[in-house]
């Protein structure tokens, strides 16, 4: 869509006569602008879906009634009463978006800057270095990016408080009415990523497709029929690692959220989020030195495992606002009405809190399915996912297989949205 001789440029051609395609690009452009677009546009869904939990345990509905009534208007009363108390409810998810920003690899490969590279990259670039002597350098570089991240994720901390705790003044004073650009802002948000699956499918069928052509000359099916084969043995790949990560972190997830509310005691926020808070490389790192000193061949039992620690946090994120606004009482009359306590879990809440359930199951698997790092450095080459082969196709600008892979991977996500 927005590389030099992608759609948007056609269609610029097209109405302004210009044949030259080179004159701006939001691919690899050396501002990195495509990069940040891409990840506000990837991000702001995850965020969407943690603030669902938290709204609704701070009961909006009545906050914005009771500032209505004050005669603020909508976009006044969420930035003033709402986006305060929601704002640090929201740390953890925000600072896992600024976590996955600073030290992706993936995405900034396709889309990121090239000379220089993002710091991120030049580390992973270091990492595939096939002299053995250059990893202290890699080592090194993966400390740096850790004490980057911390630094941002501090400052980010200072920020906030010094916002909604030093200076109040914005939130009492001043005009009641206010004007946010939400439901056009939103609208965009959500069309981009639609409007790439149409794009990817015509490009996979795309045999001649001459600039500055709005639509290809000729069509074919020769890339899926080479691909077919390929496709189905890393499809399963991915649906094995996705179903086993995402099930155990679901398990696990429940098992801490129901620890706490039976016993009022758990282990801080903090240490859970920890995969999410600290560039993977940086943890990594440490895995792989870890694995290669056990005798033995550890590459699948290894990556498995690293897709379920990265994939934890977020289905236990998903899940814990929702837990915390499920009401005990319900419950409790169940257990006085004759029910044990499992059998109250299992016929009472369970069937509440299934549809969030589902939901945090579907994130984990859409994680471990995104998991690009993980199964390149603990799986050393030995399983292959279809990320791991769309990232590699990306990079070599074959647009007509990249798309099949893109549109496989999306059919993938879809089927295991709730």
């Known amino acids: ?84 108390q929601w704002l640090p409810k929201m740390r953890f998810p925000i600072y896992a978006v600024l976590a996955y920003s600073l030290s992706v690899v993936d995405v900034a490969m396709i889309l990121g800057p090239t ?14 270095e096939p002299n053995l002597t250059l990893l202290p350098r890699a080592a090194a570089g993966a400390i740096t990016l850790f004490i980057v991240c911390f630094a941002v994720l501090l400052l980010y901390r200072l920020g906030e408080y010094a916002l909604l705790r030093l200076w109040q003044r914005w939130q009492y004073s001043g005009s009641k009415t206010f004007h946010l650009p939400g439901k056009h802002l939103f609208s965009l948000v959500a ?23 709005i639509w290809p000359t000729r069509f074919t099916t ?27 972190a679901l398990v696990f997830a429940i098992a801490c959220l129901e620890y706490r509310d039976k016993y009022h005691r758990s282990v801080p926020q903090l240490v859970i989020a920890i995969p999410l808070l600290i560039p993977q490389l940086s943890i990594l790192f440490g895995i792989q030195v870890a694995i290669y000193m056990l005798p033995g061949q550890w590459h699948v039992p290894s990556t498995i495992w690293a897709h379920i620690l990265f994939s934890f946090p977020y289905v236990y994120l998903a899940l814990d606002g929702t837990w915390r606004a499920f009401d005990p009482r319900l419950t409790q009359t ?65 647009r007509r297989i990249s798309a099949v892979y893109g549109l496989i991977q999306h059919s993938c996500h879809c089927c295991f949205s709730p």
Do not use: C
Request: zero cysteines; a positive charge; charged letters at 10%.
């Open 1 to 84: 869509m927005f590389s030099p001789s992608g759609w948007l440029f056609r269609f610029f051609t097209l109405f302004t006569g210009q044949d030259d395609p080179n004159h701006w690009s939001l691919v690899q452009d050396s501002n990195g602008i495509g990069l940040i677009l891409a990840l506000a546009v990837k991000e702001t869904p995850f965020l969407l879906l943690m603030s669902l939990a938290v709204l609704h345990q701070m009961k909006v509905d009545k906050l914005l009634a009771s500032a209505r009534s004050l005669g603020y208007n909508q976009s006044a009363a969420w930035m003033k009463v709402v986006f305060p």
């Open 115 to 128: 000379s220089p590279s993002t710091f991120a990259v030049l580390v992973w670039q270091w990492f595939s």
């Open 191 to 213: 069309l981009l990523p639609f409007l790439m699956i149409p794009l990817l499918l015509v490009w996979s069928f795309a045999l001649r497709w001459r600039f500055p052509d």
């Open 222 to 248: 020769r890339f899926w029929d080479q691909e077919a084969a390929h496709l189905w043995e890393l499809t399963l790949n991915s649906l094995i690692l996705g179903l086993i990560a995402a099930s155990v």
């Open 334 to 398: 169940a257990r006085s009405l004759g029910y044990s306590a499992t059998k109250a879990w299992w016929r009472v809440k369970l069937p509440l809190l299934l549809p969030a359930i589902l939901l945090a199951w579907a994130v984990g698997i859409s994680v471990s399915f995104a998991q690009y790092l993980p199964t390149q450095l603990l799986g050393a080459g030995r399983i292959t996912t279809l990320t791991t082969e769309a990232v590699s196709l990306a990079s070599g600008q074959d």
